[in-house]
């Protein structure tokens, strides 16, 4: 089992125009986050309240001005070279904007098999190719439909899945989610939630994930915390923190709403139709790494 803990973690920025010349993003952070047994974690706080400040932290990005970050009981900027790769491979990140991830000159296949080299899945091509298709089934991609394609050539859902079957292939311990489904529309977006869903039951990853969304909140279900003004004000079970909220913020967040109709609620899953979406790819099928 592996943990992450966040430890009186705070994050001041140089900003003008304030009393001390400093803004405080994360104030005293203290959380865990557990491999097993696997949880979906959700973050969640109005914009500009230190939700992506904790995602750079936690994947290493940025490091806090105060306060500590531990991967099984060691500070994650302090690691050796080995265990640092270890972490890396284990604590993968999905974020708002995949197009960003994409070099637009190659095809989307090169993602994929930078993944299988860097982290030494195989030396051979056709296991490697095997297991890239295994990881687009997984994701409900279809390999002849997407692989050859450039960037621009697939959907921002089909973008966002590419880096669910690269999360898929690696099978990290825990995956960082920043606003992930914030711009995909409805359909895809509880494909997207769904496969996280699958990818807790089936290979025990921990998610945190970050949204302003409480609707996406309730459906995922799990732990939800909550963060306003770069302070995390409570945590809990999504069900109780919803209907019982201790900390007046969680109120206020909850009133602005319109309240979730549970009949409404999303139930079945939605097969997605890769098939008529997209141009033809005409470019040939190999791997670029
Ligand atoms: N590199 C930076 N330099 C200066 N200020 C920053 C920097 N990064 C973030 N901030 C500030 O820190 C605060 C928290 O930002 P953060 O991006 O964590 O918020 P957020 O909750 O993720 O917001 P959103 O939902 O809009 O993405 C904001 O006031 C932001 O302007």
Do not use: C
């Not at 936690?58 to 490091?63: C, E, P, S």
């Not at 989610?177 to 089936?202: G, H, N, Y």
Request: proline fraction near 7%; aromatic fraction near 8%; charge should be neutral.
């Amino acid at each position: 089992m592996s943990v992450i803990e966040l430890e009186g973690v705070e994050q001041r920025f140089h900003a003008r125009g304030t009393p001390d010349g400093y803004l405080t993003a994360l104030k005293d952070a203290t959380f865990t986050l557990h491999s097993d047994p696997p949880q979906i974690v959700s973050l969640v706080g109005q914009s500009g309240s230190g939700k992506s400040t904790i995602a750079r932290n936690i994947l290493g990005l940025q490091k806090p001005t105060a306060g500590l970050i531990k991967y099984d009981g060691k500070d994650i900027f302090k690691l050796s070279r080995a265990e640092n790769d270890n972490y890396r491979r284990n604590v993968q990140p999905v974020f708002q904007d995949p197009y960003s991830i994409f070099n637009p000159f190659y095809r989307v296949d090169r993602v994929l098999w930078k993944a299988v080299k860097k982290f030494n899945l195989t030396r051979d091509r056709a296991k490697g190719l095997a297991m890239i298709e295994e990881s687009l089934n997984a994701v409900s991609l279809d390999p002849a439909n997407v692989l050859g394609r450039y960037p621009h050539q697939l959907s921002g859902g089909q973008r966002q899945r590419i880096m669910l079957a690269r999360i898929h292939m690696l099978r990290p311990e825990f995956v960082i989610a920043d606003e992930p489904v914030s711009m995909l529309d409805a359909q895809i977006r509880k494909t997207f939630l769904d496969i996280l869903l699958d990818f807790r039951r089936d290979h025990g990853m921990t998610t945190l994930f970050i949204t302003h969304d409480l609707s996406t909140v309730y459906y995922l279900g799990g732990d939800v915390m909550v963060i306003n003004k770069g302070s995390i004000v409570e945590r809990g079970a999504v069900t109780s923190v919803m209907h019982e909220p201790s900390h007046p913020y969680t109120r206020l967040l909850l009133d602005s709403i319109p309240p979730p109709d549970p009949d409404q609620r999303w139930t079945n899953r939605i097969e997605v139709d890769d098939s008529g979406d997209q141009t033809p790819a005409t470019a040939p099928q190999e791997p670029v790494v």
